[in-house]
């Protein structure tokens, strides 16, 4: 139980021992953090007491905190201002959590239990190369995994590619007709890289069609549906949807160029996952679950053939789920998947990471999926999240305005070394060394900066301020860790000491303002990391670390530690600090983001 846990139900107990006859609901009593300008460590608000008490708030904190002082042991004093109850924490509190805790790898986690997640990410188009509009997606997508894990759930990280459909056939029509035959090597370039050309160039000529249909008097629409190279794309389909094997065999070759691509890039991130889905494996399966939804009349046919289902009684649409002509539709193979996905694991929760343009497209899934009595319907849960934009603006696939996630990641790792050389930070590191530390310092301000805002809002992304070391970056924590383990060095400690390296320790002197900040700090480390598990959201850790890491470098700016003012006081900051960096280590290994000891 956290501390502010305890000094609620400790509140509790009380305020129901002074006052038996009155009914206290644990729900109106607020424990919050006492602010820097007052005295005390722990506040709690009297006012939701006073017409219930019929007292005034000094008395009711007076009688409050003379209860929590004579039958609590956590308790020193407590101080009373405009209707709050400050409460002080004993010094002996502090030593205890510390020797109990500071050579805790694992603090702030969790018991595994038997709940299963599934959480579902990246999910690209085998049509194109990764960009930079899918690293929110794959960042948040990672780093909700493992805080979910952390939180105590068996957790399956899933990756959804998605290999059929119209845009896969747009890249491979352009590359029959214009790529006289080339291939990532004889091109000299990455797999998905190539197809994805490939995917701008058919777009490319179909503007151009349609241009041309126009300016010979067709209507816009009638232009978009008869140009020749969207006809050829759209008769691709069918052919693929039939079996046809030299189709096949183009679109596996295809493919299998830009797996080996996206394997690479994921490489590159430190991403990976546990199951990987292909839509082309599952969409015969969301055929069926079609078909079985007409068998059961939650399904209605049209006079084209296509398969609708009607929603407007749930205050939504009409859906088409399967084509006039047969073929599938995304909403089909996502059936498929959702079906198959709880199938394998029985999962207690399916967490779909996918941006809030699709919160219909999700609200619709799971209604359907209800409709049709499947088990997996409860489960289904859309991580949405808003779009990121860079400076320039917004980004679009098709125009070939994107900017590749291959690209971002080296120029992130430029900026590193950049501002790190600029910095005169490169003494005592050999080449390798310089090599990795540029690279944990490039990705790990790319993945701090789409993670520390919460998913829901949508945000713009600016290379040079994500890597400002004084700013609200992952290269500021980074810093702070380094600082960290220079100290310990110096002391001549490994990171995580023996046990019994301070097992001897006696607290005598009292605790400081600035070391009772950091202590308060680190105490409240599990109720954040559960707070980002219950909320699904990173940001909770992103605004946790940074805090935690101003704290640290404000408390070193006024405390020493291989200076102080005497051997207990070392002993008590050294736990201090080797705790504050394991949480870091922690929290931002949660997010995928590593921590140098050397900066």
């Known amino acids: 139980m956290t501390l502010a846990a305890q000094v609620k139900h400790a509140a509790y107990d009380a305020l129901r021992h002074l006052y038996p006859d009155t009914p206290i609901d644990m729900n109106t009593i607020t424990v919050n953090q006492t602010k820097p300008e007052f005295t005390g460590d722990y506040t709690i608000v009297l006012f939701p007491f006073l017409k219930l008490l019929r007292q005034k708030p000094d008395a ?92 105590g759930k068996q957790v399956i990280k899933a990756n959804l590619i998605n290999d059929r459909g119209i845009h896969i056939c747009k890249s491979m029509i352009a590359w029959q007709h214009y790529a006289n035959g080339a291939t990532p090597e004889s091109a000299g370039i990455k797999g998905d890289h190539l197809v994805g050309d490939y995917y701008v160039k058919f777009n490319d000529i179909y503007k151009e069609q349609v241009a041309a249909l126009i300016a010979q008097g067709k209507d816009e629409k009638t232009a978009e ?11 691709m389909l069918r052919k693929w949807e039939a079996g046809d094997k030299a189709v096949r065999d183009l679109w596996e070759t295809m493919n299998n160029w830009v797996y080996r691509g996206f394997d690479e890039s994921y490489k590159k991130m430190g991403i990976t996952f546990d199951k990987v889905y292909h839509e082309s494996e599952t969409y015969l399966l969301g055929k069926k679950i079609v078909e079985d939804g007409l068998a059961k009349g939650v399904l209605f046919r049209k006079e084209d053939g296509s398969v609708w289902v009607d929603l407007k009684a749930d205050g939504l649409d009409e859906k088409l789920l399967l084509r006039g002509d047969g073929t599938s539709v995304y909403i089909t193979q996502d059936l498929g998947t959702a079906k198959l996905k709880y199938d394998d694991y029985k999962l ?252």
């Open 225 to 235: 549906k008869e140009a020749p190279i969207m006809a050829e794309a759209q008769d």
């Open 348 to 599: 207690d929760r399916s967490i779909y990471v996918i941006a809030d343009e699709q919160n219909y497209h999700l609200q619709v899934l799971k209604l359907i999926m209800k409709k049709l009595g499947e088990p997996c319907a409860d489960g289904i849960y859309h991580l949405s999240y808003g779009m990121v934009e860079l400076p320039t603006g917004r980004m679009k696939s098709r125009e070939g305005t994107v900017v590749d996630a291959d690209d971002m990641v080296s120029e992130m790792v430029r900026l590193a070394q950049e501002q790190t050389e600029a910095a005169g930070k490169t003494e005592g590191f050999s080449g390798d060394e310089l090599a990795k530390l540029y690279e944990t310092i490039g990705l790990g301000a790319l993945k701090f900066y789409l993670l520390r805002v919460d998913p829901r809002k949508k945000m713009v992304f600016d290379p040079k301020e994500s890597i400002d070391l004084h700013g609200f970056t992952a290269t500021f924590i980074q810093y702070a860790h380094a600082r960290i383990c220079s100290i310990l060095r110096r002391e001549q400690l490994p990171l995580v000491p023996d046990a019994t390296r301070f097992q001897s320790f006696k607290q005598a002197e009292p605790i400081s303002i600035n070391e009772k900040e950091m202590l308060v700090q680190l105490e409240q480390y599990p109720a954040i990391l559960a707070d980002a598990a219950a909320e699904y959201n990173p940001a909770s850790l992103c605004n946790y670390a940074f805090k935690l890491a101003q704290t640290f470098n404000t408390f070193y700016d006024v405390h020493s530690i291989s200076k102080a003012e005497s051997e207990e006081k070392k002993d008590l900051r050294l736990m201090m600090i080797i705790m504050t960096a394991s949480i870091l280590r922690h929290s931002m290994g949660l997010l995928g983001i590593r921590m140098p000891e050397k900066m």
């Open 60 to 151: 009711i904190g007076k009688q409050l905190g003379d209860h929590l002082l004579e039958n609590t042991s956590i308790f020193a004093s407590y101080d009373i201002v405009a209707g709050f109850l400050n409460l002080t924490i004993k010094d002996s509190y502090w030593v205890s959590f510390l020797l109990g805790h500071h050579t805790r790898t694992d603090f702030g986690q969790q018991m595994k239990t038997d709940h299963r997640v599934m959480v579902e990410y990246s999910s690209p188009n085998t049509n194109k190369p990764l960009h930079f509009g899918h690293m929110r997606n794959i960042f948040l997508g990672a780093a909700m995994a493992e805080i979910l894990r952390a939180d």
